[in-house]
């Protein structure tokens, strides 16, 4: 069976065992993004590759990874996770699941977020940690529409990191009727869910979308 869905440990904070758990059931490969492979070896994870120009990755990891197929990048005008990104898009691979992502330094967390934006129209990318998962919704050309399953007032957010137009949402407290979204202009910080199932559509643009988890239970991607 053709693998389909990935999951990439980048070198940061990972969330909570139970998310980890579910995440990693969902996957078919494990992908570690250079010093991503030392988090994954903190939480008894075994990658199938590690990507990257290989300047973060501690000797005894590499040692208890030795059967792990390493691809070394050297490249400095890309960073790992990109480099990881692009190989999991080579591989034909069609969804990707990024842990360890957000968290420590703030600098790295708006590179990874940019960087997530340049591959979702490639490849279909959920970003996970402890408070929520966020996910990318395209609309290049043509009408996109998200569906999904929420809770009674559950947080969400809605992001254009460049600019997004004709957005409609049906199900949230806050609803958007065919209006634009824009960096440092306007944006849908914590809306709020009033159904069990919400609807968010983009004319143009691409938008992020982030869920807060429920404290009893996962968000449903």
């Known amino acids: 069976m053709p693998q389909q869905t990935a999951l990439i440990i980048a070198n940061s904070i990972l969330p909570a065992a139970s998310i980890l758990d579910e995440c990693r059931g969902r996957a078919e490969v494990i992908l570690c993004a250079d010093g991503g492979a030392n988090r994954a070896y903190e939480r008894g994870l075994v990658p199938d590759y590690i990507i990257g120009d ?122 958007l009727n065919g209006e634009t979204l824009e960096w440092a202009v306007r944006d849908g910080l914590s809306n709020e869910a009033t159904q069990k199932q919400a609807t968010v559509r983009v004319k143009r643009g691409t938008l992020f979308i982030y869920r807060v988890r429920d404290k009893k239970c996962h968000v449903t991607p």
């Open 54 to 175: 290989l300047d973060s990755i501690l000797p005894e990891t590499r040692a208890a990874f030795s059967e792990a197929k390493i691809i070394h990048r050297p490249s400095q005008y890309t960073t790992d996770l990109e480099k990881t990104l692009q190989f999991a898009v080579e591989q034909n691979l069609k969804t990707a699941l990024l842990l360890g992502v957000t968290g420590l330094r703030f600098d790295q967390q708006i590179g990874n977020l940019n960087i997530a934006e340049k591959f979702c129209s490639q490849i279909k990318i959920e970003m996970h940690d402890d408070f929520g998962v966020g996910v990318f919704l395209n609309a290049p050309q043509t009408e996109a529409t998200l569906h999904f399953e929420t809770f009674i007032g559950q947080q969400i957010s809605l992001f254009a990191f460049r600019g997004a137009e004709g957005i409609v949402t049906e199900g949230l407290k806050y609803p």
